[in-house]
């Protein structure tokens, strides 16, 4: 461009030109320094580093101690800026670490063992529930009390999530031809209104949940473990890509939230105020029990280590049952490296 020369006027629409010019490179210039130039992702809230994180599905009672370590701060003592993402089943929680959405996420370790079987590159970087609490779910004038009264009946489960790969083994082992009964796909979210309107007779649906559709003395539960399966129950998911090349931010996620989940068994209340915030359609009474049921046996402290013996227990389970066609060593399905 031209200089001017030094004596020379500008008119009143190239002085407007040069103000308008001026202001948008500030605002370019403050929008570069929001943005940050971090070039692996890293975000700048009072220099934390973002981390992507989704529940297993909607937020129910065991969510809670994420919310109490995000509210306390526990995540930000790590360093860590944590987003946590409502989700809508384990198997969409897992491909959402596929696909790069999240990098860390809540998961039955059923479904990821299934998944991890087909795609590697997954680990179970720490353990929660022990026992899965897999089960199909009715009211009780339905008259669905053991596995063989689900013949002629209609079951409402969400095609890509751990039942719909498990359930027909579970109908196999308990002597239930899969043609007897009547397989509908329903939404994650949907599959307690689809219950409760009778437009099927039974769901699958995790037996600490079922509190949240109805008081536990009008339903029938029939878990998976129960009934021939092994199965172990959620626990936080990551790929091996991220937890080696993050191992500290993995370590502190899973650090900040054994901290709150020990707060959470010694004292509930805070933890399920927590999440009382983040929800409009989970009762408090039901979310209370809930956590009696999600915690229910768990060890104290609670630190989220896991056992080569449970995995084998699980994965000769599922292999028996011809859910996993070629199961790996267990030690490559999970790490104990992350856990205190």
Request: charged share 20%; with cysteine.
């Amino acid at each position: 461009m031209r200089n001017l020369h030094p004596r020379t006027t500008l008119r009143p629409r190239a002085r407007r030109h040069q103000a308008v010019a001026a202001l948008l490179a500030t605002v370019v210039a403050l929008a570069l320094t929001a943005c940050g130039s971090s070039g692996d992702g890293d975000g700048d809230k009072k220099g934390l580093t973002k981390l992507g994180f989704q529940t297993s599905f909607l937020f129910n009672a065991w969510d809670a101690p994420f919310f109490l370590a995000l509210d306390k701060g526990y995540y930000e003592d790590e360093g860590l800026d944590v987003e946590i993402r409502e989700g809508s089943g384990s198997g969409a929680a897992i491909q959402s670490l596929l696909g790069g959405l999240n990098d860390i996420v809540e998961a039955e370790r059923a479904s990821m063992s299934i998944q991890a079987s087909e795609h590697e590159g997954l680990v179970s970087v720490a353990g929660l529930k022990e026992s899965n609490g897999l089960a199909i779910v009715s009211f009780k004038d339905k008259g669905i009390a053991s596995p063989a009264d689900l013949r002629g009946k209609t079951v409402g489960i969400t095609l890509g999530s751990s039942e719909s790969g498990i359930l027909p083994a579970f109908l196999k082992q308990n002597g239930v031809p899969a043609d007897k009964v009547k397989i509908e796909n329903i939404g994650a979210a949907q599959k307690a209104q689809f219950l409760t309107s009778k437009k099927v007779d039974a769901i699958s649906f995790v037996d600490y949940s079922a509190v949240s559709i109805s008081p536990l003395d009008n339903l029938n539960m029939i878990t998976f473990t129960d009934h021939g399966l092994t199965l172990l129950g959620t626990g936080l998911i990551s790929t091996s890509k991220f937890a080696q090349e993050h191992p500290e931010q993995v370590r502190g996620f899973i650090r900040a939230t054994m901290k709150a989940f020990n707060e959470a068994i010694a004292d509930p209340g805070p933890a399920l105020d927590a999440l009382m915030k983040r929800t409009k359609v989970l009762k408090r009474e039901a979310a209370e029990t809930q956590w009696k049921m999600y915690v229910e046996g768990a060890p104290s402290p609670f630190t989220g280590k896991q056992s080569t013996e449970s995995w084998s227990a699980m994965l000769e389970s599922l292999t028996g049952a011809g859910v996993i066609k070629t199961p790996r060593a267990p030690e490559d399905y999970f790490d104990n490296q992350f856990v205190e």
